[in-house]
C-alpha cells in the first residue's frame, strides 16, 4: 500500500503536542497507520513514580489494538526537547516498544523516524528488530 510518510509525521508531530513529560522534558509523538488507512496518535505519557511512564510509540500502538485494529503498515516518530520544532535527532523506537510492534507485526512494516516533515529516516522493523522473539516463536 502506497504509505504518505509526510502526512504521517505531521500526525506525530501534532501528537508530541500532548505529549507529558515534566520530568524528562522528552516529547515524543507517534503515529500508527494500520493496514487499513486508519492513523492512530500517542505520545508519551510520565509519572511521578517514574516506572510507569509509557511511550509514545505503545500508546498508539495500544489505542489502535483496543479498537481491535492490529494489523500496521507503518509508524511515524518524533522526539525532542519541548512540544513542537524541528529536532536535533531522529528518536529510534525503544526496546520494549520493537517488541511490542513485532507481537503484531512480521517485521516488515515501515518505521519513519522524523526530525520534522521534511527531514525523516526509514527502516523496517526487522531492520530494528532482528532475530525477533514473537508469537511464531512459541512453538
Ligand atoms: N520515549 C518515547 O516516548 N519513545 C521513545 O522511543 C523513546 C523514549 C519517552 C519515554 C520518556 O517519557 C521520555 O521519552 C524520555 O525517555
Redesign the pocket.
Known sequence: MFIDSKKLIIKAIEARKFSY?PY?G?C?GAALLTKTGEIFTGC?V?SASYSP?N???RTAVFKAVSEGKLDFAAIA?I?GKGHEGKTENY????GV?RQVLAEFNDGSMKVILAKDENDFKEYSLSELLPLSFTPKSLV
Open positions: 513529560a524528562s522528552f515524543v508519551n510520565e511512564t511511550c509514545a510509540e516518530i522526539g528518536t529510534a523506537p525503544c516498544c
